[in-house]
């Protein structure tokens, strides 16, 4: 990269980097929201969850366009193509809708008979059903990626003061994240819910002695984690283009996130999240490319070793 | 070792024991339990297999050679899951490592097959012993995190930064293995003797491979050293309490699975002549723990039998017609069923029933 002469080239591109580092690790966030609330209130390994961030990117095709069927079962069984056709917006609220009715259903049957298992049976029985979701959309609907087209009023480059020209839809992801996240954040900061959830979280046996139903916060718990990992589909479909493998391969950096911000925090796997985008975003665009995917593993390693509990976790969290 | 003894007597009080119930079950239970058996079940296992499964499976020999290599993979990986009850969802670094690193010194340094095994497994113990350091300072779920990270971090290291040695996406093409001892080709036919039951050395080498393998796990699993892993599986703290060093142990255990992954991995690359990539990716380690789970943990030949099936649906199942294109559904459906209706796998589900066919009390 080349450093500009005057001041303005330099905070210009130190701005890009953020912004770019923001989106990129905006992803991460949303999926690892998700799946720390899950971890630190129900103590479930959950890794199916990027399966729910692969169904919500198909869910989100299905319902925003036409997609046509190249290959696949269905294609053989003479369906040309899917999709509803509704367009983005009503993806963006729908997918969430359907994902968090998915993740309810989960947790009842899927969930509830194995909290008493280990750690082990959890992660292996949640692999097995990420793997079944996989092989079934890549059986029904084929292997091939399918462009996910970017909502038409965000497409186009903006033009952002000292920085310049800016895509919209990264913006998008940015401001969609945000408004998440912090709705989260609000809900288990905020309300009696969250506090029963909370408290839940430190003492379960306490809190079912003081006369308070765990079972049925921790299903909706269970229901908000798996919407968002929905929803992390629907926002990073456009920035890449879908197919099969897209869930397995987000699923690891969404796990780093968690145990780096700390198991159960929110402001945790926010920070994490956008600490593992900017740096694979540094890497990138200062000439390190190939090192970017190693970096962020690098970076996650060397601080698990130094700080087991995760950045914002605290020591009580320890296993 | 110094438990020789005390096996030895072990066994001769098994051997009076099955002399005074007289049982055809428990003679063979006797039977069936000592070391020599075990390796000799092995031996006839291996021979008869490739015509067994040539002829009545629809397979072929070096499909049967692929899963006598996952197999030597899936008994080291069950040493750490099924014995010690560590889940680690990064092995695959230790089978595609040392498939690398025997490829690379096969090219540059020796082609003699059984320097480049020895050349590969010694890469993985190497290794296993620093991720494996680092790995167990936790345990349970961030253990298989942790080991997962170095997973996917030597993955990546292998795609780009390090391709001038790997040949990144493309994998390892340049694998040169010269003949067996000097002499025997390696690739080539058997002598008459042997073409009744198989027809390439390839197979033999792999098949005597296995053997020894099976032979050291069981020598490992028997000693009280293998008693300690299964303490700490069952009660980590009581272990500890007795005085044991679990910390040392665990990692002993997970540097014996790596070694077996070694060996697996160097193989793989003197079987296939390359090393692809994906042999570093997570979802290999992933394909060894549905092994491993399917066969069935914490017996010796479930994980033999897991990898023999995977491998039996990836590559013959999948060339059924109705049934094929849903090949990895199927084993998906499966891998769950195992993990909720039957946690010791099909070995396990086979042993039970057995033994109630046997009217045995519980061991």
Do not use: C
Request: charged share 10%.
């Amino acid at each position: 990269m080349r450093w500009g002469e005057s001041g303005v080239t330099l905070l210009a591109d130190i701005l890009t980097i953020l912004l770019n580092g923001l989106q990129q690790g905006a992803i991460y966030v949303l999926l690892a929201v998700g799946l720390s609330i899950i971890l630190g209130t129900l103590k479930f390994v959950n890794f199916a969850h990027g399966a729910l961030y692969l169904l919500g990117a198909y869910l989100g095709l299905f319902i925003t366009g036409q997609v046509p069927l190249n290959n696949g079962q269905l294609a053989e069984w003479g369906i040309q193509s899917y999709g509803i056709g509704l367009g983005f917006i009503a993806a963006l609220i729908i997918v969430p809708i359907v994902v968090f009715v998915i993740g309810l259903l989960m947790e009842r049957f899927v969930a509830q008979a194995f909290y008493d298992r280990p750690d082990t049976d959890q992660i292996l029985v949640t692999f097995g059903l990420a793997i079944i979701v996989q092989e079934l959309l890549r059986a029904l609907l084929g292997g091939s990626s399918q462009p996910f087209p970017q909502p038409s009023w965000a497409s186009g480059p903006i033009a952002l003061p000292v920085v310049g020209n800016f895509p919209r839809w990264r913006l998008g992801v940015i401001a969609i994240t945000a408004v998440l996240v912090l709705g989260v954040y609000g809900l288990v900061e905020y309300t009696d819910f969250g506090l029963i959830v909370q408290a839940g979280t430190l003492d379960g046996e306490m809190v079912r002695l003081l006369g308070i139903k765990l079972s049925r916060p921790y299903l909706v718990v269970f229901g908000i984690g798996a919407a968002l990992a929905g929803v992390a589909g629907v926002v990073g479909g456009p920035l890449a283009n879908v197919n099969p493998n897209i869930g397995t391969e987000q699923l690891v950096p969404a796990f780093l996130t968690v145990v780096i911000g700390g198991v159960g925090k929110i402001e945790g796997a926010v920070v994490a999240g956008l600490m593992l985008g900017t740096l694979q975003v540094l890497l990138i665009q200062t000439g390190y490319a190939a090192w970017s995917q190693v970096g962020i593993y690098a970076l996650a390693a060397i601080i698990l070793l130094v700080r087991p509990q995760g950045l914002l976790g605290s020591e009580v969290d320890v296993s | 070792m110094s438990d020789e003894p005390r096996d030895a007597t072990a066994t001769a009080a098994a051997d009076a024991d099955a002399e005074v119930t007289g049982g055809l079950a428990d003679r063979w239970a006797s039977f069936r339990d000592r070391e020599i058996s075990t390796v000799l079940l092995t031996v006839v296992g291996v021979a008869v297999f490739p015509f067994l499964f040539n002829n009545f499976l629809d397979g072929y020999t070096q499909l049967a050679t692929l899963m006598l290599i996952y197999g030597i993979f899936a008994v080291g990986f069950d040493i750490l899951l099924g014995y010690t009850g560590l889940l680690s969802f990064g092995h695959a670094v230790f089978f595609g490592g040392a498939a690398y690193a025997a490829g690379i010194f096969s090219a540059s340094v020796s082609s003699s097959p059984l320097l480049v095994l020895l050349a590969g497994t010694a890469f993985a113990v190497l290794l296993a012993w620093i991720v494996g350091f680092l790995s167990l300072r936790r345990g349970g779920i961030y253990f298989a995190i942790l080991t997962l990270t170095f997973g996917q971090m030597s993955f990546y290291l292998a795609a780009s930064p390090l391709a001038f040695l790997t040949n990144g996406e493309n994998g390892f093409t340049s694998v040169d293995i010269g003949h067996l001892l000097g002499v025997i080709d390696i690739h080539g036919g058997v002598p008459f003797p042997l073409t009744m039951l198989v027809d390439n050395m390839l197979y033999v080498f792999v098949a005597v491979m296995t053997v020894l393998s099976v032979a050291m796990a069981n020598r490992i699993l028997h000693s009280p050293y293998g008693t300690v892993f299964r303490a700490i599986r069952e009660n980590e703290r009581r272990a500890e309490f007795v005085g044991l060093d679990v910390w040392r142990y665990k990692l002993m255990a997970f540097i014996i699975s790596a070694a077996f992954a070694g060996i697996a991995g160097s193989l793989f690359a003197i079987e296939g002549n390359y090393v692809p990539l994906e042999s570093l990716y997570w979802t290999e380690s992933g394909r060894i723990v549905i092994m491993t789970v399917l066969g069935g943990v914490g017996s010796l030949f479930g994980p033999l039998f897991g990898a023999g099936l995977y491998l039996y649906i990836e590559n013959i199942v999948s060339g059924f017609p109705t049934l094929g294109p849903f090949w990895h559904l199927i084993l998906g459906v499966v891998f769950v069923v195992a993990v909720v209706v039957f946690p010791d796998g099909i070995w396990g589900g086979i042993d039970y029933v057995r033994d109630k066919v046997a009217g045995g009390e519980d061991k």
